[in-house]
């Protein structure tokens, strides 16, 4: 069922007059209240917006079999930093498995970062992150830039 924003902008109100009461018995001031009111009027908003934007992103099982996944040699993911120095790969190591995946698609695969957010199912700015986090330990090592 869609969003209804003119029964939850009805539903708003009528639980602000309740609240309005309530925080007038208690004794908070207008400019109180008023604070109160602007922030829950932005939440009502945004979820206006993120409901009208979200609409029609349904994917039914149908949608799921013609969803595209980039296919890539997976050969080297395991064993890549073999080939470089011992202090290196200590360092490179202690970094989830789930990272120097991202890395090794990225720089060996040369898949772009919204590819790899789709293989790994995580953001593209996660992939990013993680890209610069590998790249500033590979270039911070002696003589390996």
């Not at 869609?2 to 908070?28: I, P, S, T």
């Not at 039914?60 to 890549?80: M, Q, R």
Request: charged share 30%.
């Amino acid at each position: 069922m869609g969003y209804n924003h003119a029964r939850e902008v009805k539903k708003f109100y009528k639980e602000w007059r309740r609240l309005l009461q309530v925080y007038r018995d208690l004794g908070m001031t207008y400019q109180q209240i008023l604070v109160l009111y602007k922030y829950d009027k932005a939440v009502l908003n945004s979820d206006r917006r993120f409901y009208r934007y979200r609409s029609g992103l349904e994917l039914t099982d149908n949608d799921l079999a013609f969803s595209y996944v980039p296919e890539f040699d997976t050969y080297g993911i395991d064993n890549w930093t073999d080939v470089l120095p011992q202090p290196l790969r200590e360092r490179l190591a202690r970094l989830p498995e789930v990272q120097l995946r991202a890395f090794y698609l990225y720089r060996v695969c040369e898949f772009t970062q919204d590819e790899i957010s789709v293989i790994l199912d995580k953001p593209q700015r996660t992939i990013s992150m993680w890209i610069g986090k590998i790249a500033e330990i590979i270039c911070d090592f002696p003589k390996s830039c």
